[in-house]
């Protein structure tokens, strides 16, 4: 059983600070991908940003510059620091990854997902 666990979410004013972690449990051989994901009301869910197992990372055009991924893998865990938060990045966010768990080769799992408010 593997377990995604998010937090850092919030309430925060435009040109405010928020950072994301979301901590991975359970019988993880080892994570390879892992992303944050978002989910704004009425829109399709999009990617935010990812990593790779090699520290190689991709951002949405939206928040380059802005926000910056990273993980720790000793700590099975992925950031997502988010600065001069605006509006149009209030969303649900969700962490995804894919490890080796139970035999199985880049298995896919997803977060609960944690809410993002920007708002003054």
């Known amino acids: 059983q593997v377990q995604l666990v998010e937090s850092g979410g919030g309430l925060v004013q435009p040109g405010g600070s928020l950072r994301l972690s979301c901590a991975a449990s359970g019988s993880i051989f080892s994570i390879g991908y892992m992303g944050w994901y978002r989910q704004a009301p009425g829109k399709q869910r999009e990617l935010v940003a990812d990593?790779?197992?090699?520290?190689?990372?991709n951002y949405a055009d939206s928040v380059k510059g802005r926000f910056s991924i990273s993980r720790d893998d000793a700590k099975k865990t992925v950031y997502l620091q988010m600065n001069r938060l605006k509006p149009e990045d209030t969303a649900v966010y969700y962490c995804?990854?894919?490890?080796?768990?139970?035999?199985?080769?880049?298995?896919?799992?997803w977060g609960q997902g944690t809410q993002v408010t920007v708002s003054s």
């Open positions: 990593i790779t197992s090699g520290g190689s990372t």
């Open positions: 995804h990854l894919r490890a080796t768990t139970g035999g199985i080769i880049n298995r896919a799992y």
